[in-house]
T-cell receptor
Framework: DGGITQSPKYLFRKEGQNVTLSCEQN?????MYWYRQDPGQGLRLIYY???????QKGDIAEGYSVSREKKESFPLTVTSAQKNPTAFYLC?????????????FGQGTRLTVV | GENVEQHPSTLSVQEGDSAVIKCTYS??????FPWYKQELGKGPQLIID?????GEKKDQRIAVTLNKTAKHFSLHITETQPEDSAVYFC????????????FGKGTTLSVSS
């Protein structure tokens, strides 16, 4: 099956700990994205990557970090500097760079920090 | 950068009625406007999109209209069914290069039978 896999579906962490969310795609897509979803806030862009070894900050990058060492993988680290990390995190990919094309989303990871 | 506003935030209709969701955007150079549907606990899925060279696009019971002059676009769902109940998001390109999408805050549509 082709698609985007986010793991785990639910994640719990203690305050002050860094945590890494996994995102893998086997669609051979060039571009990958991370969005954060909070009730009433829609989807807010955290980071995006158009090509391996390159990524750009979105609107709410503070307290997050990413890497793009492989085309199929785009992990997101939520650091202790993120003040309100509890949220639903969505990873997406799209076929081409610099073109307005459909974004395919994973099923999301719900992170709860206690 | 682009800014997208979406209204209403919630919408309740009776089965068989029509539903309309509206979005406005700020960047007159934007040229791609998709609509996504998100069911509970899942990721959003594209349901329809429109590019700036057309004013309307239809796909069965759903349609999208675009007014470039006024910088707004709308989603129309006719003959609504309970399975249309979901959260709907509009989006527009982050920049002219189209490197990412910026989303509206979403509309929760409830269709009662």
């Amino acid at each position: 099956d082709g698609g985007i896999t986010q793991s785990p579906k639910y994640l719990f962490r203690k305050e002050g700990q860094n945590v890494t969310l996994s995102c893998e795609q086997n669609l051979n897509h060039d571009a990958m994205y991370w969005y954060r979803q909070d009730p009433g806030q829609g989807l807010r862009l955290i980071y995006y990557s158009q090509i391996v070894n390159d990524f750009q900050k979105g609107d709410i990058a503070e307290g997050y970090s990413v890497s793009r060492e492989k085309k199929e993988s785009f992990p997101l680290t939520v650091t202790s500097a993120q003040k309100n990390p509890t949220a639903f995190y969505l990873c997406a990919s799209s076929p081409r760079t610099g073109a307005n094309t459909e974004a395919f989303f994973g099923q999301g990871t719900r992170l709860t920090v206690v | 950068g682009e800014n997208v506003e979406q209204h209403p935030s919630t919408l309740s209709v009776q089965e068989g009625d029509s539903a309309v969701i509206k979005c406005t955007y700020s960047d007159s150079a934007s040229n791609y406007f998709p609509w996504y549907k998100q069911e509970l606990g899942k990721g959003p899925q594209l349901i329809i999109d429109i590019r700036s060279n057309v004013g309307e696009k239809k796909d069965q019971r759903i349609a999208v209209t675009l007014n470039k002059t006024a910088k707004h676009f709308s989603l129309h769902i006719t003959e609504t069914q309970p399975e249309d109940s979901a959260v709907y998001f509009c989006a527009a390109p982050l920049n002219q290069a189209g490197t990412a999408l910026i989303f509206g805050k979403g509309t929760t549509l409830s269709v009662s039978s």
